[in-house]
């Protein structure tokens, strides 16, 4: 698709989209005075930020337009949430009236008894009228099951009151219903949207008092504000892609989605708040360094503005070293530890501040550091604050935690977590930090030279951590060297390292999920060497491989790069998968710029939210780290 947010000419661009679908689209010249970033709309839409609120912590929504100009208004867009809740997709529904989801599956002759005939014939008022629709009605999946669909439709009018455009919005639910057995054999289910995201009260809006089928000028509450407004609302909750796609639509969409308040809104919803707020502290203050949000949002769903830069940096990590684990502090570089010469076990702490005209590695004095180590796992939480957990130390494999709050005046590491339940002594393991607050461990080496396959959690936010083990029916193979990727808040991608594998120990390229925001969270394998019935996975798989680095980006997904490789394969091809598609595939990222032309070593993290650093990296002689380079995945600042 392309993405034509921060031009202001009205060439509106197709993309992928079939163009002899949309050749009617530019016709009609739609007003301008349709922004709410000025003037009198702006203020109206500040009093309606309250429903927006209640917009923005719903479910998502399907989301339809239809060219009201033609026949039998035929659907021109759609965007994914529908295609995923109703199991059909773009291409099958594309160019139709939308009345073929009151038939139970894609076979059946008529419209289903069960339709309320009274809400068709409102629905068919209020398009003859050009007035919005909310009401209720019963609706089908593709595979026949029955779904209730809250929708929404609201009429898009051009300069001179000509309704151009309908767009409809469903917010759909499980309907429980008895219908009888399936016309035809139940098709692959979208299960996992389903169980996570419909509930009985799932809809954004209640029906109105009237009952189904009442038109807008009947009803209260959010359907009550202005057209402009509701459109601003309607483009805020759905994904950066489908916006810019809607931005294709027709003019006055196209003006709209050029808004930066708008455009900052759909990135806060697409990527949390705390990845929005973080990208916003990275940029800078100041309208020279303020974000373009439509760019940003851009730029990190296609990639296409990343590079690779090689930095050079001033001062020293002394004494040398290898196997240190570094982690981001804002725009910031910490490096904890490491194995010297000798297999000296190291605790000393350095920070590299990036955000500097000329950045150098400066040692940090701190009070009462933990015991020396490598193999060990460095986080940052809450923003300043460095954890440390397990590695190998002077006497052995280690399972302590030290937090260290570095912007204090006199940094002071303070160990934490020591109770029952910890978890074994370990190395080599993989952690990742969720909420901000809290520190997640898994696998490694222990003591004995067994692969573990365990995961713990430990909330930092509380006064007295305790460590808590998550309990789940299957994981995957015991594993060490692989990486753990926290991507839509609650969800961790893991991919690779050496794992288990009956009485062998092989470099992996799988990859697993676990949703720790469920009650009962459970391991998903999504792809690797092989699926499920022995099928391949499409797409270029990485090689299988152990001590790589992984980074989570905004949008969710997860690039990873370098490790140790068996044989001949480049290890500095960098792979891109989605974990949120149906069937994740990976794909190779051919970037310009001077990449890191060393294999394995390296340790990376993400500073300022769109920079990935790669740090260290083994040339078969010496480890480096005054040369670092950078993988910038996109202009951040205008
Ligand atoms: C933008 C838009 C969205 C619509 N969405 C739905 C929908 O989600 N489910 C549905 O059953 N009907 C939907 N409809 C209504 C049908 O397309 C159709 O207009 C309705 O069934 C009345 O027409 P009919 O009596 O010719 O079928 C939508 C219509 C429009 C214009």
């Known amino acids: 698709m392309d993405w034509d947010t921060d031009t202001d000419d009205s060439d509106v661009s197709l993309g992928s989209m079939e163009e002899s679908d949309y050749a009617h689209m530019d016709r009609i010249e739609m007003p301008v005075d349709f922004r709410v970033d000025a003037g009198p709309s702006h203020k109206r839409f500040d009093m309606d930020e309250k429903h927006l609120e209640v917009l923005l912590h719903s479910s998502p929504c399907g989301l339809i337009v239809t060219d009201a100009l033609e026949p039998d208004q035929p659907i021109i867009y759609v965007n994914t949430v529908f295609e995923f809740i109703t199991g059909y997709k773009a291409e099958e529904i594309l160019g139709r009236n939308c009345r073929f989801l009151q038939f139970r599956g894609p076979y059946a002759q008529r419209r289903h008894p069960m339709v309320d005939s009274a809400t068709v014939v409102e629905i068919k008022r209020c398009l003859t009228q050009g007035v919005e629709f909310r009401g209720e009605l019963l609706n089908f999946r593709k595979d026949g099951t029955p779904l209730t669909n809250k929708l929404c439709m609201t009429p898009i009018q051009s300069e ?23 016309p035809f054999p139940p ?11 419909l509930s009985e009260d799932s809809c954004s809006y209640k029906q109105s008092p009237g009952g189904p089928g009442q038109s807008s000028r009947d009803c209260s509450g959010l359907l009550q504000i202005s057209d402009e407004v509701l459109m601003h609302n309607i483009l805020a909750i759905v994904t950066p892609r489908d916006v810019a796609a809607l931005g294709l639509v027709c003019k006055r969409l196209h003006e709209m989605t050029k ?9 806060q919803n697409a990527w949390g708040l705390d990845a929005t707020a973080a990208l916003e502290a990275s940029s800078g203050s100041g309208p020279a360094c303020r974000l373009s949000w439509g760019r940003l949002a851009r730029e990190l769903t296609t990639l296409e503005a990343a590079a690779w830069t090689k930095l050079t940096v001033g001062g020293a990590v002394e004494p040398s070293r290898c196997n240190f684990s570094a982690c981001a502090m804002g725009n910031k570089l910490v490096l904890f530890g490491g194995e010297g010469i000798n297999m000296q076990p190291m605790n000393d702490t350095f920070v590299l501040d990036l955000s500097v005209a000329r950045p150098q590695w400066k040692y940090v004095e701190v009070n009462s550091p933990p015991p020396g180590r490598w193999g060990h796992t460095l986080s940052c939480l809450n923003g300043s604050w460095l954890v440390v957990f397990g590695g190998c130390g002077s006497s052995g494999l280690l399972n302590d935690v030290y937090v260290l709050d570095l912007n204090s005046k006199q940094p002071t590491w303070r160990e934490v977590g020591a109770g029952a339940g910890a978890p074994l002594p370990r190395s080599w393991h993989s952690s990742c930090t969720l909420d901000g607050s809290k520190l997640v461990v898994s696998g490694g080496c222990a003591d004995s030279g067994a692969l573990l396959s365990d995961t713990f959690l430990l909330d930092l936010s509380v006064e007295e951590p305790e460590w808590r083990e998550i309990v789940v029916a299957w994981s995957p193979p015991a594993r060490l060297g692989h990486t753990m990727c926290v991507y839509q808040k609650c969800k961790i991608l893991m991919f690779g390292g050496l794992a288990k594998s009956g009485p062998l120990r092989v470099r ?5 999920t676990i949703d720790l925001s469920e009650e009962h969270p459970t391991w998903s394998y999504i792809t690797g060497s092989s699926l499920p019935g022995g099928a391949t996975p499409a797409g270029t798989s990485p090689p299988p491989r152990l001590d790589h680095v ?3 980006l905004p949008s969710g997904r997860i690039l990873i790069f370098g490790g140790s490789i068996a044989g001949q394969h480049s290890p500095s091809q960098l792979y891109v ?9 990976w794909r190779v990222m051919n970037l310009p710029g001077q990449q890191p032309n060393f294999a394995w070593g390296h340790s990376t993290c993400v500073v300022g939210g769109t920079r990935a650093i790669v740090v260290g990296g083994h040339t078969g002689e010496e480890w480096i780290l005054n040369e670092l380079h950078e993988l910038s995945l996109a202009h951040s600042l205008t």
């Not at 000509?162 to 639910?173: K, M, R, Y």
């Not at 098709?187 to 995201?197: F, I, T, V």
């Not at 808004?259 to 990135?267: A, I, K, P, S």
């Open 550 to 552: 992984s980074i989570s």
């Open 508 to 512: 992996s390229s799988d990859v697993f």
């Open 259 to 267: 808004n930066e308040g708008l455009w900052r809104l759909v990135c």
């Open 187 to 197: 098709w692959k289910e979208s299960s996992e949207w389903r169980k996570h995201h």
């Open 577 to 585: 998968l989605d974990p949120k598609e149906e069937q994740p595939n």
């Open 160 to 182: 001179d009151g000509t309704i151009t455009h309908v767009i409809g919005i469903q917010s759909f639910t499980e309907a429980k219903l008895d219908l009888g057995p399936l």
